[in-house]
């Protein structure tokens, strides 16, 4: 009977982008945390029932911006971000700061 190997996937990741505060590997870590957001983002929105035309008029944004967030754009504005999710989702923005 042959065993699996079975490897943690923070060791994959530092095989592919490098150990934790190399500069590929700090990138990959930025990209994944804004890939995150925009699930987030969307899970919140379609758990209230809304569309992404409903939730841009709630936040006085546009369609297009909703998509954007949710499809792992860069360049989210704090303002922006903190907009949808006071007025559009009802809800607070907590940030936490890893050093």
């Known amino acids: 009977m042959k065993t699996k190997n079975i490897t943690a996937f923070s060791n994959i ?3 592919e982008y490098g150990k934790r505060g190399t500069p590929a590997r700090e990138l ?3 990209e994944f945390e804004i890939f995150r957001l925009g699930v ?5 929105r379609t758990k209230l ?11 006085g944004t546009r369609k297009s911006d909703i998509s954007k967030m ?17 007025r559009g989702f009802g809800g607070r923005l907590k940030l936490t700061l890893k050093l």
Not at 40 to 44: R, V
Not at 49 to 59: D, F, I, P, S, Y
């Open 28 to 30: 990959w870590e930025q």
């Open 13 to 15: 990741l530092d095989q």
């Open 70 to 86: 949710e499809n792992n754009a860069n360049d989210i504005p704090l303002s922006v971000l903190m907009q949808i999710i006071h």
């Open 49 to 59: 029932g809304l569309t992404q035309e409903q939730l841009a008029k709630k936040c």
């Open 40 to 44: 987030q983002l969307e899970e919140a």
